[in-house]
């Protein structure tokens, strides 16, 4: 069972699958108009151009400051 679900298994009245669109569905709607997205590309990222390539660097980015994060802590599960 993972963190999320043992920490608030007593709050959980059903099962879910892709922690992630809950997220984007309820937390970064705003992200899901394009607009938007590009909006916070040129602000944050010197407005370079969104590419596939630039969503796959800053999510390996993420994964690899996660994974590192988790050995520091002690976790090591994925």
């Known amino acids: 069972m993972n963190a999320f679900v043992e920490h608030h298994k007593n709050s959980i009245q ?3 699958r892709c922690f992630d669109r809950l997220l984007l569905n309820g937390l ?3 992200f899901q108009q394009p607009e938007r997205v590009l ?5 944050y990222r010197e407005g370079k151009r969104v590419t596939r ?5 800053i ?5 690899y400051w996660l994974k590192k994060r ?9």
Not at 39 to 43: I, L
Not at 53 to 57: A, I, R, W
Not at 70 to 78: C, F, H, I, L, P
């Open 70 to 78: 988790s050995a520091k802590w002690g976790r090591t599960d994925s």
């Open 59 to 63: 999510a390996d980015q993420f994964q």
């Open 28 to 30: 970064i709607q705003p």
């Open 39 to 43: 909006g916070f590309f040129n602000a």
């Open 14 to 16: 059903f099962s879910y």
């Open 53 to 57: 390539k630039t969503l796959t660097g």
